[in-house]
Each structure stands twice: as structure tokens, then as C-alpha cells.
């Protein structure tokens, strides 16, 4: 499990703050207005009003022990560069700034932030989704908490048997496919590659390097998934 920190908490943090929660990840949500810090104080591990600008304030709340801080301050940009700027001072391993225009982002970029992300090319719930599991290729949500997930295959996996990773007990999501690419000769001679879809997997089947996995589950047992 990460520990995030969540700064702003407008329509976009405050999504990213609870879908971050929902996957079982450990979240402190910052903003300076009392009424959003209230709605989220249930459903996070820590909600704090304070002005992300100062530093001080940020690490009397341990915000300066956090994996990733995304700053999704919207309205006031010289608050979220102020915030990325005191964040990566802190040496915060990665903070991630959501930027509204592309000379934001490249300002954002400039003062060091470790990603930028933009909220026309990413949705709050793909980006949970993206830190929560960062191995996950592709995600497609079915009802609220629940998803399909394509999962690169982690090295804990290769060379084992679908029996033996025994998903269902001990993840409690289940494999629905598995893509491989083979490699083969044309007729001319030529090598290339296709692809192949397992969609009745066996339990004798082996994972492979390179396979990936197609995966149905909540996204909390989806977060608790091999990484590597």
C-alpha cells in the first residue's frame, strides 16, 4: 500500500482522493476550504484544511513522507506552482500537478514536477487506477468499484500454472483471458508476430514473460495484485 496526498479537492481531487481510498491505498486530502476537507473526512485516512503553500503545515501533516502528491489545485495556478515547488522540496519521491493549459503544464514542468497531467486526457478515476496499479495496461470500469483490468503479467507469475497463482482464493478476482504475442515465419519466410487470446484459460496453463492478463475484480482486490 502508497501514501498519497491529495492537493485541492474540486471535482477532480476530490474524485481522485476517494477512488485512491476506495483501492485500499492510504490518503491524506488537503485544501484550504472547510467544507470540502469535510466531505471527504470520512473516507480518507487523514483530512486537513491548511494552505498547501506553506511548508511547515504540509510537514506537520507528514504530507514530506508521502510516495505521490498530486497537486489538483484548478482555479489559483500560482497556489499549485507555489505547492509543486514546496513539494519537490520536501523531496517528495513524485508529485504530479494537474494542469488546465499547455503553458501551465509546461511551467509546472519547469519548476519540477515529476508528471503533468491534463484533466481533458485523464479522468481522476483512470488516474487512481494508474497509481494504485501501475502495471495495469488498460482499465474498463463495469459498476461503481468493480472493473476489467489488463494486467501485465508479474514476475511472481512467469513459469507458474494458473492453478498455482490461484487467483480467485487468494486475490479473489478472476482471469477471464490471457493475450500472448507469438512469433512465426510466413510461408516467404518472413518473422512475425500475432496475437493470441486465451479466453477459457486452464489451470495447467503456464504464465509466461510477456503475457498479459485480463482480469475481473473489485478494484480494492485489483490493487492488491503482484506489481512485479
Aim: no cysteine; net charge negative.
Amino acid at each position: 500500500m502508497a501514501r498519497y496526498a491529495v492537493i485541492g479537492l474540486g471535482r477532480f481531487g476530490m474524485m481522485l482522493a476517494r477512488a485512491l481510498a476506495e483501492r485500499g491505498q492510504e490518503v491524506i486530502a488537503i485544501d484550504h476550504r472547510r467544507d470540502l476537507v469535510e466531505g471527504v473526512r470520512e473516507e480518507v485516512d487523514v483530512a486537513v484544511r491548511l494552505d498547501a503553500t506553506d511548508e511547515r503545515a504540509l510537514t506537520a501533516q507528514g504530507a514530506d513522507k508521502v510516495d505521490v502528491a498530486i497537486v489538483s489545485i484548478g482555479e489559483d495556478f500560482e497556489a499549485a506552482a507555489l505547492a509543486t515547488s514546496v513539494l519537490k522540496g520536501l523531496n517528495v519521491p513524485k508529485v504530479i500537478a494537474r494542469a488546465q493549459t499547455p503553458i501551465r503544464a509546461k511551467i509546472l514542468s519547469l519548476i519540477g514536477a515529476d508528471e503533468v497531467v491534463s484533466p481533458e486526457d485523464e479522468s481522476a478515476i483512470r488516474l487512481a487506477q494508474r497509481l494504485a496499479a501501475p502495471n495495469i495496461i488498460d482499465y474498463l470500469p463495469l459498476a461503481p468499484g468493480h472493473s476489467v483490468v489488463q494486467l501485465q503479467a508479474p514476475k511472481k507469475f512467469h513459469g507458474k500454472s494458473i492453478a498455482e497463482i490461484d487467483l480467485r482464493r487468494k486475490y479473489e478476482v478472476n482471469l477471464v483471458a490471457i493475450k500472448r504475442r507469438l512469433a512465426h515465419r510466413t510461408p516467404e519466410g518472413k518473422e512475425v508476430t500475432e496475437e493470441e487470446i486465451s479466453d477459457v484459460p486452464r489451470p495447467t496453463d503456464i504464465i509466461q514473460e510477456g503475457d498479459v492478463l485480463i482480469i475481473l475484480g473489485s478494484d480494492e482486490n485489483v490493487s492488491r495484485l503482484p506489481t512485479d
